[in-house]
């Protein structure tokens, strides 16, 4: 079974707009949250992490936000830009384990 | 340059031919992760180590084998491979226990087994 699916293959948004990536999870158990970003033929790239025991976490154009009663994440992109463009996933950890997402791949349009 | 390298980055091998995929990282870091990236799977946990001569099973670790006898190397081995093992692997590691941390990956090594 899936326990962290990123329902959205792909996503495309305007340069300068918003770029919201979701994330379900289905293990209440996840005691913390991350965001990868991965280019083609490199190694994926940590972006921002939120526990479990917050709602919100910032950083500069970066926002992920936790909804612990809908089981449901969510990374903000704010203004989105060009080199936004990759496969972003989201994973969920217990103890020292980590599940990942399948990935969404992120299209910033000119 | 902190960093986690892999080698070989290509290898194209045939079933059953054993083969060792080595990871080091120049960053002193405890907690070490190997993963495999497939089409339509996303990455997932192979094996981890929290630290030297300590490892254990992530969601796919069947067909197998780490070791962890130097804090910077952590080996992925494969005994006798097979096609369903063809896939592109990648090594991460972050510092202090557990993934909880921002985890830094290598390149990724891309096995063919035919």
């Known amino acids: 079974d899936q326990q962290v699916k990123q329902n959205s293959p792909s996503l495309s948004v305007q340069e300068g707009r918003i770029s919201i990536l979701n994330c379900d999870y289905t293990n209440s158990m996840f005691d913390y949250f991350l965001w990868y970003k991965k280019y083609p033929a490199e190694g994926p790239t940590f972006l921002i992490s939120i526990s479990s025991i917050k709602d919100k976490n910032e950083d500069g154009r970066f926002t992920v936000f936790l909804n612990k009663s809908a089981k449901h994440l969510s990374l903000h992109i704010v203004p989105s830009q060009p080199g936004d463009s990759a496969v972003y996933f989201c994973?969920?950890?217990?103890?020292?384990?980590?599940?990942f997402g399948k990935g969404t791949r992120l299209h910033i349009l000119p | 340059e902190a960093q986690v390298t892999q080698n070989p980055r290509y290898l194209i091998t045939v079933t059953g031919k054993k083969l060792t995929v080595t990871c080091s990282q120049n960053?002193?870091?405890?907690?070490m992760s190997w993963y495999r990236q497939d089409p339509g799977l996303g990455l997932r946990q192979i094996y981890y180590?929290?630290?030297?001569?300590?490892?254990d099973k992530g969601d796919v670790p069947e067909g197998y084998k780490v070791s962890r006898k130097e804090k910077r190397n952590f080996p992925l081995i494969l005994e006798s491979p097979s096609p369903n093992q063809t896939s592109l692997y990648f090594c991460a590691s972050s510092q202090n226990r557990g993934p909880y941390n921002e985890q830094f990956f290598g390149p990724g090594t891309r096995l063919t087994v035919l």
């Open positions: 180590s929290m630290n030297v001569e300590v490892t």
């Open positions: 960053m002193n870091h405890e907690y």
């Open positions: 994973a969920a950890g217990q103890d020292d384990k980590i599940i």
